[in-house]
């Protein structure tokens, strides 16, 4: 009782708000952390057309761990982890700050897992590429939340709706993948645009079951057949998915945006709840 009053205390800084959306971003390349194009335009446009969070937790694809963690530092380092880029690109530094208290109380939320705080990750590529387009100033906390390697599905979306309550105090969950996700059957000869059949096909099997609101069929996805297994051969770019849905409640409004596949083998589909 004494942790969920912490939390009740805490949150009395947080003023109630309107329910703040959730989102899955399909984050693709890192350059797209420095390029102006259609994907990070959408992603700039979006974040005019919603409130303004209070903070950003994001479940990155790229912090793939044994336990579940949270960022707790009050000043993330920007994190480069990723090769052969342009020097542009390691050079981004993204300084938003980060929020201890808020990371400190998360953890009395979460009671289906033991959530660490962790003092190292910093921000990666699957927050910062995104996230620089949407608050260039870098004036809003961003905390990422991990992904534990040793849960299931199941267990990702409990996660993700005990974290549900932090959307009614102005924050703003963020899931960062890839819907379709295969860099082994990357085709150069369509990097700039479009998917091969079977990528566009269980792409748009997606989003059909998204809208259709029963989550359980992507939940169990390895139960959707052989070509969802070539769309996920690995779930860490699906899983944040998982977290933006489990954060939906039953009144939530779903679009799509930045709905295009690219290279053959990826969709930057990203979708906005609520």
């Known amino acids: ?3 969920l009053s912490q939390f009740r205390n805490f949150t009395q800084r947080l003023p109630q708000t309107d329910l703040m959306p959730t989102l899955f971003i399909g984050h693709g390349s890192p350059m797209n952390g420095i390029e102006n194009n259609e994907f990070s335009e959408g992603w700039a446009n979006l974040a005019k ?3 303004v969070p209070k903070a950003v937790l994001v479940v990155s694809a790229h912090w793939y761990t044994h336990g579940t963690f949270v960022t707790a530092m009050n000043f993330p380092y920007t994190i480069h982890d990723f090769g052969g ?3 542009q690109l390691f050079d981004v530094q993204y300084p938003a700050p980060g929020d201890a208290e808020l990371a400190a109380e998360i953890p009395t939320l979460i009671k289906s897992s033991q959530v660490g705080l962790d003092h190292d ?3 990666d590529h699957g927050t910062w590429t995104v996230v620089r387009h949407m608050y260039p100033e870098a004036n809003i906390p961003v905390l990422q939340l991990s992904i534990d390697y040793t849960k299931s599905p199941e267990q990702h979306y409990e996660i993700a709706k005990e974290i549900y309550a932090l959307r009614k105090k102005g924050i703003l969950v963020i899931g960062s993948g890839n819907m379709v996700h295969n860099l082994r ?3 150069w000869d369509m990097i700039n645009g479009g998917g091969y059949d079977w990528a566009n096909e269980m792409n ?3 989003k059909n079951i998204i809208v259709n609101g029963d989550h359980k069929p992507l939940i169990d996805y390895r139960n959707l057949g052989a070509d969802a297994m070539l769309a996920i051969p690995t779930p860490e770019h699906y899983l944040p998915l998982i977290y933006t849905l489990g954060s939906k409640n039953d009144k939530d409004e779903v679009s799509f945006f930045n709905d295009k596949a690219v290279g053959g083998s990826l969709t930057m589909t990203s979708v906005l709840v609520g």
């Open 121 to 123: 990750w910093g921000l």
């Open 204 to 206: 748009d099997k997606f």
């Open 49 to 51: 057309n919603i409130p």
């Open 185 to 187: 059957m990357l085709s």
């Open 85 to 87: 880029f342009p020097q």
């Open 1 to 3: 009782m004494s942790t």
